[in-house]
């Protein structure tokens, strides 16, 4: 359907890095649902340099039967090349790199990483350029369309990412500033497809198939990148494919829910240890349950009282109890 370099995608859907939730196990899960392209949640390029463990666990992951990118952020092009060649050490099955240009995270654009990239649209070009060269991986880039709305730069930033070789870029039309607030401003994006050369995918408040489908249409994006709105809502993925094939929607059931929430948290449980994993868990595992009656005290429950497996297995069978009373 369109390619990232030589990587061949046939599916639309790119499943967007998110700080703290989209590591491996939640990679893997979420690759069930059929997703074309998956992104690490960021690496940092020094954290990598200096040989951070826990840096160095984001990279280390295993084929899972998409493509999957390492997402580098920083502020040199020497640093985030470096940075990438120990990616490449630690793990050869790395398919492609992704620079973070569009983090709008005040801890990250402090350092000049994220979207403080979008100030210069040369220096985009360069680290693009020479995370090319070093690696010969296929590079795509994330970026927003300026730092505020008297900074607009995102058309001279794609120009220099393209000149560069970047193999796709993705774009989240919000600046900055505005961080998650607001509308995107699908306006200033209709038909940005037409000014590039190569591939885009889009992204920003896809929580529902409709979602999807505006932002390609209006976009002409190849591909629509999903981050929160994906976060317990597996469906949306299910609906998004189900609508390129002409397939009635799938509305999940409560069993259905219930058993996709247990089953990521096996998989976090895997990859981090109980502890860890469900300490974690409160914030992921009552997205899967937004929309369902009487969720507020189930919400609060899962919030405060999941400290272990059993603890989440126990709640939802008091709130399955509930509902079918």
């Not at 190849?222 to 094939?245: C, D, T």
Request: hydrophobic share 40%.
């Amino acid at each position: 359907m369109y390619k990232i370099g030589n990587l061949e995608i046939n599916n639309r859907i790119i499943l967007a890095p998110m700080a703290g939730i989209t590591s491996f196990a939640y990679r893997k899960f979420m690759s069930k649902f059929n997703i074309g392209v998956a992104v690490t949640e960021m690496v940092s390029d020094m954290g990598l340099i200096y040989g951070n463990k826990e840096t160095k666990s984001y990279v280390t992951f295993e084929k899972i039967g998409c493509y999957t990118g390492v997402q580098l952020f920083g502020n040199s092009p020497e640093n985030i090349a470096k940075s990438a060649l120990i990616c490449l050490k630690i793990n050869p099955n790395i398919d492609f790199f992704d620079v973070n240009m569009g983090c709008p995270v005040n801890k990250v654009i402090k350092t000049g990483a994220g979207s403080a990239l979008l100030k210069d649209p040369k220096l985009c070009g360069d680290i693009v350029r020479e995370l090319k060269r070093a690696t010969g991986k296929p590079v795509t880039a994330k970026i927003r369309l300026g730092v505020d709305s008297k900074h607009l730069t995102y058309l001279e930033v794609i120009k220099e990412l393209e000149n560069a070789g970047v193999d796709m870029i993705g774009i989240h039309p919000r600046t900055t500033k505005e961080m998650y607030t607001g509308e995107p401003h699908w306006d200033l994006v209709k038909d940005l497809r037409k000014k590039m050369s190569v591939p885009l995918a889009v992204s920003g408040n896809i929580y529902r198939v409709e979602d999807a489908i505006n932002a390609l249409e209006i976009t002409g994006a190849e591909a629509v990148m999903v981050a929160r709105g994906g976060v317990g809502q597996p469906s949306l993925l299910i609906n998004i494919n189900n609508y390129f094939k002409g397939n009635e929607l799938y509305i999940p059931s409560l069993e259905d829910q219930i058993n996709w929430c247990l089953e990521l948290a096996r998989d976090y449980i895997e990859e981090k240890g109980e502890y860890i994993a469900m300490r974690l868990y409160r914030g992921i595992c009552t997205k899967f349950f937004d929309g369902f009656p009487n969720s507020k005290q189930l919400k609060c429950r899962l919030s405060t009282e999941l400290n272990k497996y059993d603890d989440l297995v126990n709640i939802l069978n008091d709130y399955k109890s509930e509902i079918l009373l």
